[in-house]
């Protein structure tokens, strides 16, 4: 039997995992870098999409001008440094560029469609009268002058505008009886009111309205002379009371065509002041109706004589 040959040389080989090398967070910082770039690039392109021409121009004045130095824009609006300088229109409009709440285009819509400008103004001044009629009960509440006469004070909404009417009971009436002499505490009431009255956003209607009893009196002095004199009494004690004159749009008298209690003509409270804080709309058509009936009669043409010619005339 051969022995092995210890001279022979046995290789072992060994795979080694190759190692990387150690790269550190550097990447993520460059990725941030991108994100953010991306981000600014489509927020500046949705505002040159949804932003007016000023504003546009603004935002092109800011990347030009970035340093709040003087510069040479054209159409930017001007800002503290003067015409052609930054604008700080953009700090001013906030990160919204002073558009609506709503898709882009709808500003675009509202200035395009004059109904949605109209419906959007009905609805802030309503809004406006809402809270008004709010801070107004707030206040009634706190007066101690018109703390006895709260149950007499009547607020509410009408197509009109806000409304307060201020109505009788049955042992505590504004006016003296059949007549048009308000009593001393009406007169408080109505001057604690004309300070809030004259906060109203537009003018105001005052109507007088009585029961359906009639007016004893020979000389044809009625319920509606009556309800006329006891609307303006109302008018001079709220002129008194702070509220200019300026404010009033239309004293009225009623009589008793529009009762409270449609049930009994006859009720106390049918027998009240009714002011309305007017609505811009109401307003115009109040005024307008003045307006038209102040127009002179048109002059009407002078008539033209026409003269026959008689038969056989040349």
Do not use: C
């Amino acid at each position: 039997m051969n022995e092995p040959n210890r001279d022979t040389l046995i290789v072992v080989r060994r795979s080694r995992r190759k190692k990387h090398g150690h790269h550190g967070g550097a990447w993520k910082v460059a990725y941030a870098d991108f994100v953010t770039a991306m981000m600014a690039f489509f927020l500046v392109m949705w505002l040159l999409g949804v932003g007016t021409r000023q504003q546009r121009a603004a935002i092109a004045e800011y990347f030009k001008n970035p340093s709040m130095t003087p510069g040479t824009a054209t159409m930017a609006p001007p800002g503290r440094m003067g015409p052609g300088g930054a604008s700080d229109s953009m700090i001013k409009l906030g990160g919204a560029m002073d558009i609506s709440h709503g898709p882009g285009k709808d500003r675009r819509a509202v200035r395009a469609d004059p109904a949605n400008v109209e419906k959007l103004a009905r609805e802030r001044e309503k809004q406006r009268l809402e809270s008004l009629m709010v801070q107004l009960r707030a206040a009634i509440e706190k007066s101690q002058a018109l703390e006895p006469f709260k149950d007499q004070l009547l607020l509410d909404i009408t197509p009109e505008g806000l409304r307060i009417q201020i109505v009788d009971k049955q042992n505590r009436p504004m006016f003296a009886t059949g007549s048009a002499m308000l009593e001393p505490y009406t007169v408080a009431i109505l001057h604690e009111l004309s300070g809030f009255i004259e906060q109203a956003p537009n003018k105001v209607s005052i109507s007088g309205h009585t029961d359906d009893a009639p007016y004893s009196s020979q000389s044809h002095y009625g319920n509606w002379e009556l309800s006329a004199d006891r609307a303006n009494a109302a008018r001079r004690a709220l002129l008194d009371g702070g509220l200019e004159e300026g404010k009033i749009a239309r004293v009225v008298g009623l009589a008793a065509s529009v009762p409270f209690d449609k049930t009994n003509p006859s009720n106390p409270i049918n027998r009240r002041i009714s002011i309305i804080m007017m609505t811009k709309q109401a307003q115009d058509a109040a005024l307008s109706q003045e307006e038209a009936q102040a127009v002179p009669p048109r002059t009407l043409p002078t008539p033209v004589t026409i003269t026959a010619l008689a038969s056989g005339a040349p």
